[in-house]
């Protein structure tokens, strides 16, 4: 199995940046694609970013493109979120998350391994 733990986390203001990590461990981390995903209080767990097992393929939600980055290092079997220009409504838990066979790579329920979460908020 595979466990997933976040961290970088935390609370800043608008415009400020976060870097979010994902380390793994476990069995191999270099087979499976790597997703980020987030809830808001209230609200429905959203897909925020993707990456392939390979890295050649990203995939990110409207609300984050151009502002968010995601990354990986397989040698540190690590994945990275590189958040941006954060706004208010980026207010969430976010949440690694890793998966093989993916039918789409935006789609949570296609992922097998989750981690516990971080918490990110963005005041105005």
């Known amino acids: 199995q595979v466990q997933l733990v976040e961290s970088g986390g935390g609370l800043v203001q608008a415009g400020d940046s976060l870097r979010l990590s994902c380390a793994a461990s476990?069995?191999?981390?270099?087979?499976?694609?790597m997703g980020w995903f987030r809830q808001a209080p209230g609200k429905e767990r959203e897909f925020v970013a993707g990456?392939?097992?390979?890295?050649?393929?990203?995939h990110y939600a409207d609300s984050v493109k151009g502002r968010f980055t995601i990354s990986r290092d397989n040698a540190k079997n690590s994945v990275y979120l590189q958040m941006n220009s954060l706004k208010p409504e980026d207010t969430a838990v976010y949440y690694c998350?890793?998966?093989?066979?993916?039918?789409?790579?935006?789609?949570?329920?296609?992922?097998?391994?989750w981690g516990q979460g971080t918490q990110v908020t963005v005041s105005s």
């Open positions: 990456i392939s097992w390979g890295g050649d393929t990203l």
């Open positions: 476990g069995r191999t981390f270099v087979s499976y694609a």
């Open positions: 998350a890793a998966g093989s066979g993916l039918t789409r790579i935006d789609y949570a329920q296609d992922y097998n391994y």
